[in-house]
Nanobody, 120 residues
Framework: QLVESGGGLVQGGGSLRLSCAGS????????MGWFRQAPGKEREFVAA????????YYADSMKGRFIISRNNAKITVYLQMNSLKPEDTAVYYC???????????????WGQGTQVTVSS
């Protein structure tokens, strides 16, 4: 089970930190990803991190603004979002998978999502 938190309303240029809490100690076996879906649009890849946290991967439009990290002791993965823009408005989802295919949507487990709204 994955539970996201930390979403909300923020002004353009602001920052938010999303969290995704897992529920099992096998969390450290999984590669984790963040995706987002805006109204009327397809779900898109944001960022991913390997099970150990040693490697990260970002969508081009997020590079330099978003940072993914994890704390396996706390069974949590984070997404630090900086310099937010109105077009970042979406529901953000975390997901888990065992193999490393970071931007592919075929993850094994998904959270319910957390809403992020960026005002102009």
């Amino acid at each position: 089970q994955l539970v996201e938190s930390g979403g909300g309303l923020v002004q353009g240029g602001g920052s938010l930190r999303l969290s995704c809490a897992g529920s099992t100690r096998t969390f450290s076996d999984y590669n984790m990803g963040w995706f987002r879906q805006a109204p009327g649009k397809e779900r898109e890849f944001v960022a991913a991190i390997t099970s150990s946290g040693a490697r990260t991967y970002y969508a081009d439009s997020m590079k330099g603004r978003f940072i993914i990290s994890r704390n396996n002791a706390k069974i949590t993965v984070y997404l630090q979002m900086n310099s937010l823009k109105p077009e970042d408005t979406a529901v953000y989802y975390c997901a888990a998978r065992r193999n490393w295919v970071p931007s592919d949507l075929d993850y094994d487990y998904w959270g319910q999502g957390t809403q992020v709204t960026v005002s102009s």
